[in-house]
């Protein structure tokens, strides 16, 4: 049985996140396995820096991209793969090894996902998550210095030297290439259940081939 892979980008703060947990907690894995492109950031050594000396994550060239694919291509040919989890510019935490199981439908999350060719080649399904700008700042600015301890300035700038820049060369170009896009200033419900029933369908129809 072949491997459904969707496809699910958007900009920061857009609400991947919340989506794919969401969604994550209406199948068993063995019917859905989600990973994420964050956990192929280079590490630190390999970090780019712009010209005021500050980290630039909002890049392709930040990922790790031949590990990305090749872990990847051995899902989809049903292999386990293994990575450790990234934790978001914690270094002095010691990050989880996660083991990403094959299953019928591969879910591969990331803002680059569509900028890479080879990636944006493999889907069979091409979501883009979408929020007005001033709603993604306001998530992002309350969720990185809550939840990952960056300060307010330095929000301020990574969102207007790096986000927005970002954002504008490497995602909003491939919005139209979405086969579904989802407006999330306020809610993504009715769409996450359009997604949830799609993926019963197909899990539903594999289980009526094998009777």
Request: charged share 25%; hydrophobic share 40%; net charge negative.
């Amino acid at each position: 049985m072949q491997s459904y892979l969707v496809g699910i980008t958007g900009g920061s703060a857009s609400g991947k996140t919340s989506f794919l947990i969401s969604l994550k907690g209406a199948f068993p894995a063995s019917d859905l396995c989600i990973i994420s492109q964050d956990h192929y950031y280079h590490p630190p050594s390999k970090h780019i820096y712009d010209a005021n000396g500050k980290v630039n994550f909002d890049l392709p060239d930040s990922i790790d991209y031949h590990r990305f694919i090749h872990d990847l291509q051995l899902l989809k040919a049903g292999k386990t793969v293994e990575r450790k989890e990234y934790l978001y510019q914690k270094e002095d935490v010691e990050p989880k090894l996660l083991r990403f199981e094959p299953a019928r439908i591969i879910v591969i999350e990331g803002l680059f996902i569509f900028w890479f060719e080879e990636i944006f080649k493999l889907l069979d399904l091409k979501v883009f998550i979408d929020a007005a700008d001033d709603v993604k700042l306001e998530r992002r600015i309350r969720r990185d210095t809550t939840e990952r301890g960056i300060s307010y300035d330095l929000v301020l700038y990574q969102w207007h030297n790096h986000v927005l820049p970002a954002y504008e060369k490497y995602l909003l170009p491939f919005k139209n290439a979405a086969d579904m896009i989802i407006n999330n200033n306020e809610h993504f419900q009715n769409s996450l259940q359009v997604i949830k029933n799609h993926f019963t369908s197909l899990i539903q129809s594999d289980a009526k081939q094998t009777l």
